[in-house]
T-cell receptor, first 114, second 113 residues
C-alpha cells in the first residue's frame, strides 16, 4: 500500500514569508506526527495528533508554528514569518495508534529560508 | 544529560563483520524502543522495534534491550556495504500519554568492502 506522502518535496522561501507543508498519512493510521531535522542533527518532535483528541503541541518551537489535522486525514504544518533558523527537513510520520505502534516516515519536505 | 544518547561514530567495520550499535536512555518509564536507518538525504526507515527485555532477531538484525541498565543495542551480522548509513535510536515514553519519539543523534556506520 501507499506510504506517507509529503508535499512539496522542496521549498525555498524568503525570510518573512509564510509556508505551508502537507502530509498525507498511511490510510487507516489514526496517529500523525511532525518532526524537524536540522542538517547533521537528530529528529526533534514538533506536534502529535491522535484521532479527535487534543494535539500534543509541546514540541512547537514558537508561536510562528502551527498545525492542523482534519479527522484522521491530511495534516498541514504552517510556519509564519519564516526565519533562517527554520531551514530544515520537516518529516511527517503516522502510526496505527500512539502508544505501542511503530511510526512510519514520509520522504520529508526540505525547507530552505533565504 | 541527553534523553537518548548514541556514539556519533563513525563506526567502521569490514564487510562480513558484526556491527554493534549502542544507545542509552534516561527515562526509566520508557516502554518502546526503535531503531531506524537513515541513508544520506533520505528519511528514516524503521528496521527494528523492541518492547521487552532480551533479544529480538529479524534476519541479520538483532535488537537487545536491558531496561534495568537503560540500554538498547542493535547488532548487524554479516555487514554489507549497503548497510552504510546513520542508525537512529528512538525511545517512546508512556509518561504524559504522548506518542512522541525521542531520538538520539544517530551513529554513522561505514562498512568497508
Amino acid at each position: 500500500g501507499a506510504g506517507v506522502s509529503q508535499s512539496p518535496s522542496n521549498k525555498v522561501t524568503e525570510k518573512g514569508k509564510d509556508v505551508e507543508l502537507r502530509c498525507d498519512p498511511i490510510s487507516g493510521h489514526t496517529a500523525l506526527y511532525w518532526y524537524r531535522q536540522r542538517l547533521g542533527q537528530g529528529l526533534e518532535f514538533l506536534i502529535y495528533f491522535q484521532g479527535n483528541s487534543a494535539p500534543d503541541k509541546s514540541g512547537l518551537p514558537s508561536d510562528r508554528f502551527s498545525a492542523e489535522r482534519t479527522g484522521e486525514s491530511v495534516s498541514t504544518l504552517t510556519i509564519q514569518r519564516t526565519q533562517q533558523e527554520d531551514s530544515a527537513v520537516y518529516l511527517c510520520a503516522s502510526s496505527l495508534a500512539s502508544l505501542e505502534n511503530e511510526q512510519f516516515f514520509g520522504p520529508g519536505t526540505r525547507l530552505t529560508v533565504l | 544529560q541527553k534523553e537518548v544518547e548514541q556514539n556519533s561514530g563513525p563506526l567502521s567495520v569490514p564487510e562480513g563483520a558484526i556491527a554493534s550499535l549502542n544507545c542509552t536512555y534516561s527515562d526509566r518509564v520508557s516502554q518502546s524502543f526503535f531503531w531506524y536507518r537513515q541513508y544520506s538525504g533520505k528519511s528514516p526507515e524503521l528496521i527494528m522495534s523492541i518492547y521487552s527485555n532480551g533479544d529480538k532477531e529479524d534476519g541479520r538484525f538483532t535488537a537487545q534491550l536491558n531496561k534495568a541498565s537503560q540500554y538498547v543495542s542493535l547488532l548487524i551480522r554479516d555487514s554489507q556495504p549497503s548497510d552504510s548509513a546513520t542508525y537512529l535510536c528512538a525511545v517512546k515514553s508512556r509518561s504524559g500519554n504522548t506518542g512522541k519519539l525521542i531520538f538520539g543523534q544517530g551513529t554513522t556506520l561505514q562498512v568497508k568492502p
